[in-house]
């Protein structure tokens, strides 16, 4: 379901209280905030694989990396101390990357160890599903996006209503915000418990 029809259901269910301003932006932080902390809200990109580049960008819809691969292999995620006891020196290391590193300081970013001694072929709309990709990075990311699954559509719309029935306004009420808060949580343990159902153990 789109946005505006999230935004829809969030004002008939609020008997039109609701500010659209703050809802819009409610729903935007909601949709950041799952992106965090749940991965129902999904993506992949390349990024094209430069010789000698230690450090790549993140897509710019993505919130939180869940995984890289180079070619066909999973990078292992590894934090700088940890590769420093492997080596030293390892912002100098050739070869086939193997670890990548999030640096807390820039979200945006992530290095590769070893650096590739390769760089990719540039990928774009034109680019036949048979070409040779080798070379480049694949990151798979939980997305900021305007839309949320449909099963997480009423969820989210109970949680707009519960942040803005609880904020200072002129139509505040802190009963109501607790009770869209619980139908959030409840909706949102629904879907947890279906999907882990779903998972093989």
């Known amino acids: 379901m789109a946005k505006a029809d999230v935004l829809a259901l969030v004002n008939l269910l609020s008997t039109g209280l609701r500010d659209s301003t703050a809802a819009d932006d409610y ?6 905030e799952h992106g965090l902390q749940r991965e ?30 180079y070619d066909s ?9 940890g590769v420093e006891r492997f080596d030293p020196y390892w912002r100098q290391l050739p070869g086939e990357p193997r670890v990548f590193l999030k640096d807390n300081t820039d ?18 709309a034109d680019t036949p599903l ?4 080798a070379d480049n990075l694949a990151v798979v990311y939980t997305a ?7 099963w997480e559509e009423l969820a989210v719309a109970a949680e707009i209503l519960a942040r803005e029935f609880g904020r ?3 139509h505040q009420d802190l009963t109501s915000a607790k009770t869209w808060r619980s139908l959030a949580d ?14 093989p153990t």
């Open 107 to 124: 979200q945006r970013q992530f290095d590769v160890v070893p650096r590739p001694t390769r760089g990719g072929t540039t990928i774009g």
């Open 27 to 32: 729903y935007d932080r909601i949709v950041f």
């Open 144 to 150: 900021n996006t305007a839309d949320v699954q449909p």
């Open 168 to 170: 200072d306004s002129d």
């Open 40 to 69: 129902s809200l999904t993506g992949a990109a390349y990024v094209l694989g430069v010789a000698d580049q230690l450090t790549y960008s993140l897509p710019t819809s993505a919130i939180r990396v869940l995984g890289i691969f």
């Open 186 to 199: 409840l909706l949102l343990g629904l879907v947890d418990n279906a999907q882990n159902a779903n998972q």
């Open 130 to 133: 048979t070409a040779d990709l």
């Open 73 to 81: 292999i999973w990078l292992y995620r590894e934090d700088k101390r």
